[in-house]
């Protein structure tokens, strides 16, 4: 089929703006029939969607915060501090300032070996900072004999040691033992003088803490008000009873106020019934009693 020509473009006005040509019309292509249409679509490969997933941040991609500025003063305080802290410790661990016993005072020691309280004090290699003063002197204080410590450490690795020792107050002889006892009734160390009171209680009557303590303070008494006899007896029946100088048996009990009763003896010795008496024993026994009599015979 034979193609239209284009027919020529009139002349411009003059004075009109040119117009641009028109352009030319693209050449009609036939479309394909269906059938070649279906075979080329089978070879085409069909149409591919990818599907991507939100970015997220890895750790890397965050950016970091920013880092504080240490100021030069503050490293130098710590490292000052870590001195200090190391020093500290060489301090309370050096054997530099190890307490040893010829660096130890021990004063009022008289019956006890210094000796055996420094040992039972066990300060030996112990560093001067880690002494401690009241754990030390509970420790030397369990020693018999000790009655109060008092403990005194000082740079750069010297210790006095204060001991009171107990005093011995009587001779406890029981049924197989024999014992020294202070006035509170602990054992003191039978060592150096012995002690002028001498208690003997053959049957063991005393022996229970309580009916001891009540003995004691009836020693105690006595001494107080001027005893002069230092052996004495102890029985159930009896209570505490003695012979005295001049020959008179006396017998105490159990009731107490014994100064009271040592008076009432002073004076029955120089009474009528003193002189008239045979056996010349004198029972107080009963002078508290309801009866409020004292017999002498």
């Not at 200090?84 to 020691?109: K, P, Y």
């Not at 107050?169 to 150096?192: K, M, N, R, S, Y």
């Not at 063991?204 to 008000?225: F, M, P």
Request: proline share 9%; hydrophobic share 45%; charged share 20%.
């Amino acid at each position: 089929m034979p193609r239209r020509s284009t027919p020529p473009a009139a002349p411009a006005r003059p004075g009109a703006p040119a117009r641009p040509a028109p352009a030319e019309p693209e050449p009609f292509a036939p479309a394909e029939p269906w059938w070649r249409q279906s075979r080329r679509s089978q070879k085409e490969p069909a149409a591919r969607f990818e599907i991507a997933a939100p970015r997220v941040a890895t750790r890397e991609e965050t950016p970091a915060p920013a880092r504080p500025r240490i100021s030069g003063a503050a490293v130098a305080a710590a490292v000052l501090v870590l001195a200090l802290a190391g020093g500290l410790g060489f301090l309370v661990t050096t054997d530099w300032l190890a307490v040893a016993r010829a660096s130890t005072e021990i004063q009022g020691a008289q019956r006890l070996s210094e000796d055996a309280i420094y040992a039972a004090s066990q300060l030996e290699g112990v560093n001067i900072f880690q002494v401690h003063p009241g754990r030390v002197a509970a420790r030397i204080k369990q020693t018999p004999g000790i009655a109060e410590v008092t403990v005194h450490p000082r740079l750069p690795y010297l210790v006095t040691i204060i001991v009171r020792e107990e005093t011995p107050f009587v001779i406890w002889q029981g049924i197989t033992t024999t014992a020294w006892l202070a006035e509170d009734g602990a054992v003191v160390p039978a060592i150096g003088a012995p002690p002028l009171l001498k208690l003997t209680d053959p049957a063991g009557a005393a022996t229970e803490d309580r009916r001891k303590q009540q003995v004691l303070a009836d020693l105690r008494a006595l001494r107080a008000a001027g005893l002069e006899e230092t052996e004495l007896y102890y029985g159930a029946q009896e209570g505490l009873y003695f012979r005295s100088r001049d020959g008179w048996t006396v017998y105490l009990g159990n009731a107490g106020e014994m100064d009271v009763k040592l008076a009432a003896l002073r004076t029955i010795k120089n009474s009528k019934a003193a002189e008239a008496a045979r056996a010349r024993i004198i029972d107080l026994r009963g002078q508290f009693s309801p009866s409020g009599r004292a017999q002498v015979w």
